[in-house]
């Protein structure tokens, strides 16, 4: 029985072996973890299914193999399938499986569509749900594309028109998109910055010191360029009074229950309140609740807020589902889940892809305001600033403090036109400033 390097994630097509937990020769049971893998966005443990014995690994402790490959076969204790040398983590990448060989051990992935992600990118990360057979599209020159060729040329910045079809009648299809990205073939032209060598040239005498780039930094500078290349952007901001939000947040802490160790049972934290009141603007607009499907645009009755959560190396973006039905309570309880599991990296492909809107908070660095880049194919992010303590002028003449907080919102003008952007914001802005709206 072939053991398959599983698919993890739509976006992921390798992962790379950090350690196996059986040796040659061990006896093999259902659920008994084989291997640990590491992608560009997640480090999981793969059990077996079968029951058997461990009688050859293809690819060592080290080594990268691409989706789908054979790194291991499990069968009767002394039998081997083949004397293929494993590959070691200096080797070429193994091949697939070859086709005709059963794919026992992982359900083999189902050609699909991709609906863009979630994306800060998170690395911004994408998942393929079924495809409506629209058909295959003509190109200039008479060469058609079927619909899942075209959706990933976009999202991978391919020219169409440089790349030559390898299906039925010179049709492009998905595998010659894939090809094209791996080998960067087919690119729409792009100005060009300096070179690694020119680059290295102009600090030849200062010293430094290198930092090869890993999947998930590579993952992030792929999609910041295509999100800011490709996305119009624009912006609004508001300034918001969170006084009563902040009395609000301080009475329902020290209104906690104590656990058996007189520890309050949670605590919420300002960011939770934000992502309730962002859902629940998004519900209060709904038109704003969306994401751009390329000739599409996809509305949504729930709004799923992805958070921005940094890790070592870069962040993730993990997806409060149903944000907008949840209590803050609930909230909390999930972003202190998620963001635990996140620096581990333990998430699961399902709980980072997808998402109606996203939301990135730096206020706890001190930093006031900024604008974020939108994560493809969101149409908004919400990006947070710090709370201070600002004068300001009250309807008698008088001058007061009040805490305040800014509140950027970054737009695609082909979803959101700036009216409707500005009503988002403002009625994000009333949950805030005015809290219990958001409960009820």
């Not at 009767?76 to 059963?102: I, L, M, Q, Y």
């Not at 918001?240 to 520890?263: T, V, Y």
Request: glycine content about 10%; charged content about 20%.
């Amino acid at each position: 029985m072939d053991i398959l390097m599983p698919q993890l994630g739509e976006t992921v097509t390798e992962g790379k072996i950090t350690t196996w937990f059986k040796s040659v020769g061990d006896a093999v049971k259902p659920g008994d973890n084989l291997f640990e893998i590491e992608t560009d966005k997640v480090t999981m443990e793969v059990p077996a299914t079968n029951a058997g014995f461990l009688t050859e690994i293809m690819v060592l402790a080290g080594a990268v193999a691409p989706v789908g490959a054979v790194v291991a076969v499990v069968g009767e204790a002394g039998g081997n399938r083949s004397a293929a040398a494993p590959v070691a983590a200096s080797a070429p990448k193994p091949a697939a499986a070859p086709a005709g060989r059963p794919a026992v051990g992982f359900i083999a992935p189902v050609p699909t569509a991709v609906q863009k992600p979630s994306g800060p990118m998170d690395p911004f990360f994408e998942v393929r749900t079924p495809a409506r057979n629209h058909g295959p599209a003509q190109i200039a020159g008479g060469t058609y594309v079927t619909p899942l060729a075209r959706r990933l040329a976009s999202e991978s910045g391919i020219d169409l028109s440089r790349i030559k079809g390898s299906g039925p009648r010179g049709r492009i299809v998905a595998h010659d998109i894939e090809t094209a990205a791996q080998s960067g073939t087919g690119r729409a032209a792009m100005p060009a910055g300096p070179s690694a060598a020119q680059v290295i040239a102009m600090y030849r005498d200062t010293p430094y010191e290198e930092v090869p780039l890993d999947g998930m930094r590579k993952t992030i500078a792929t999609r910041l360029v295509q999100a800011k290349g490709t996305i119009p952007h624009f912006y609004l901001t508001a300034d918001i009074d969170i006084d009563n939000l902040l009395a609000m947040r301080e009475d329902a802490n020290a209104s906690a229950p104590k656990g058996a160790d007189g520890k309050p049972a949670y605590k919420l934290s300002l960011n939770d309140f934000v992502i309730k009141a962002w859902a629940a603007a998004l519900k209060r607009i709904p038109d704003a609740n969306a994401v751009w499907a390329e000739d599409r645009i996809l509305r949504f009755q729930q709004a799923d807020i992805g958070v921005a959560v940094a890790i070592e190396g870069g962040l993730l973006t993990p997806v409060i589902r149903h944000a907008d039905a949840k209590s803050v309570g609930a909230i909390a309880a999930d972003m202190r889940d998620f963001a635990e599991r996140a620096r581990e990296r333990k998430l699961k492909p399902t709980e980072y892809q997808g998402g109606s809107s996203a939301i990135s908070n730096l206020g706890m660095y001190g930093v006031r305001e900024f604008a974020a880049i939108i994560n493809p194919p969101h149409a908004t992010i919400l990006a947070v600033g710090a709370s201070r303590r600002q004068a300001v002028e009250k309807a008698d003449g008088s001058v007061g403090f009040i805490s305040q907080m800014s509140a950027t919102v970054s737009y695609d003008h082909r979803v959101i036109d700036g009216a409707l952007g500005a009503q988002l914001l403002a009625a994000f802005r009333g949950f805030m400033e005015q809290p219990v709206t958001m409960l009820v």
